[in-house]
């Protein structure tokens, strides 16, 4: 099968999982061959309001530029935020692989928690019991790539002691350290952008990623 026939073979899992677990589920098909609108389908009851064309979020950044996907299948039960808002999700994503066995697609599912979380709230309120449990973390953000880019360059930038005029070049090099980390510089114009934010060149950034 083609690339384009595995992705499409998953589309009617989209609405099928959705379905399957009701209105406070959200299920969305990614296209990684194209990260700035990597958004191929999504469910009719989109709790983070994606659309289709969207882009992918921090959290798939991460797992493309770790290679998260290598040695496993899947990665579940993982904490979603929505930016704004306080609903409390669980999130979990299935890799899809070519035939080379490359990733190529992300199946995605958001289940929105909140009501049950509530009703957590009770229970434990009557047992005199607290339960804390501390997971990842992904913001699924409804931000356009040029904005999520700026957001992720900006959380880096506010961990610097002074602003980037006044950093040395060890500073500098750590910035692009992290960021890199983060998955960034898979973003389209993202050297552009952190050598205009470090005010730098962008011959500079290039060679702190060697």
């Known amino acids: 099968m083609t690339q384009d026939e595995i992705i499409k073979s998953w589309t009617p899992m989209v609405d099928f999982i959705a379905l399957t677990y009701g209105e406070h589920c959200e299920v969305i098909l990614h296209d990684l061959r194209n990260i700035d609108q ?8 989109p709790i983070s309001g994606r659309q289709p064309g969207g ?8 797992i493309i530029q770790d290679r998260l996907w290598e040695d496993k299948d899947f990665i579940t039960n993982y904490k979603g935020r929505i930016p704004g808002k306080s609903e409390n999700l669980r999130s979990s994503t299935f890799f899809i ?3 080379e066995n490359e990733i190529i697609a992300m199946l995605c599912m958001n289940v ?9 709230k009770v229970i434990e309120g009557l047992l005199f019991t607290e339960q804390e449990n501390k997971v990842d973390e992904e913001t699924l953000s409804n931000l356009s790539m040029a904005d999520m880019l ?3 360059i900006s959380d880096v930038l506010k961990t610097s002691p002074r602003s980037p005029a ?19 510089f898979s973003l389209k114009g993202a050297v552009a952008e ?6 730098t060149s962008e011959q500079t950034i290039y060679r702190y990623l060697k």
């Open 112 to 120: 929105d928690l909140t009501p049950l979380s509530m009703a957590k």
């Open 166 to 184: 006044l950093l040395v070049m060890e500073e500098k090099k750590e910035i692009v350290r992290k960021l890199n980390d983060k998955g960034v």
């Open 150 to 152: 700026h957001e992720q």
């Open 55 to 62: 882009t992918i979020t921090d959290f798939a950044l991460k």
């Open 194 to 199: 952190v050598a205009r934010r470090l005010e």
């Open 97 to 99: 692989r070519d035939e």
């Open 38 to 45: 990597s958004i191929v389908a999504i469910s009719q009851n």
